[in-house]
């Protein structure tokens, strides 16, 4: 990918915040949404439904994968992302934070502290339109990495930790839906 290379002036971030609760050192999989449709974001852009479908059949078809990283860093993966998918809410991840990679364990650590509650995806913008005077709509999106991050530009966007069993997922969608409900309604008011 181009950012490896250097500096890559196309490569663009974005913040989802989350709340995770890491239960002990083998709880390291982690599961909620990178990116959330629909919703403007502290610098302006609103991610459209559909956006990364392009970017995912392309990485699927040759092998890809949708990396995890601290905090933007690709000297640093610290897990790797079991699910990577766009659902009709936005771009759901669940992934394995790894201990034995020594990042891994300063990000399970900063979890467990809730030093760090942010997602943010690592992309190139390929299709987009101006909404406005500090807006934009992004249609496509070639995603290269959902990063854990310290500080999230997207509010609406959560993840849990969980045992790996996935009996707290229900509660974690309901949560998701409970929040969005909650920003929707406060945006109409």
């Given at each position: 990918m ?5 500096f890559d ?6 913040f ?25 974001d ?11 479908a ?13 990396k ?8 640093r993966p ?30 399970l ?9 942010g ?9 987009s ?21 310290t ?5 609406q ?28 309604r406060d945006?109409?008011?």
């Amino acid at each position: 990918m181009p950012y490896y290379d250097g500096f890559d002036p196309d490569y663009e971030t974005k913040f989802c915040q989350f709340e995770a609760e890491v239960l002990d050192e083998e709880s390291t999989v982690i599961t909620g949404y990178a990116s959330v449709f629909g919703q403007k974001d502290n610098g302006g852009d609103v991610v459209q439904t559909g956006a990364f479908a392009a970017s995912l059949k392309r990485l699927a078809a040759c092998g890809g994968k949708v990396k995890m990283l601290w905090q933007h860093d690709p000297t640093r993966p610290i897990g790797v992302w079991d699910v990577v998918a766009e659902d009709g809410h936005g771009l759901k991840v669940s992934g394995r934070v790894l201990p034995d990679v020594q990042a891994g364990r300063e990000a399970l650590a900063l979890l467990k502290a809730g030093a760090v509650d942010g997602l943010s995806i690592g992309y190139r913008t390929i299709r987009s339109e101006k909404a406005g005077k500090n807006s934009r709509l992004l249609h496509e999106i070639e995603l290269w990495e959902v990063s854990l991050v310290t500080f999230p530009m997207l509010a609406q966007a959560r993840v849990r930790a969980t045992d790996g069993g996935g009996a707290d997922e229900d509660a974690a969608l309901a949560e998701t839906l409970a929040s969005t409900f909650r920003a929707a309604r406060d945006m109409l008011a």
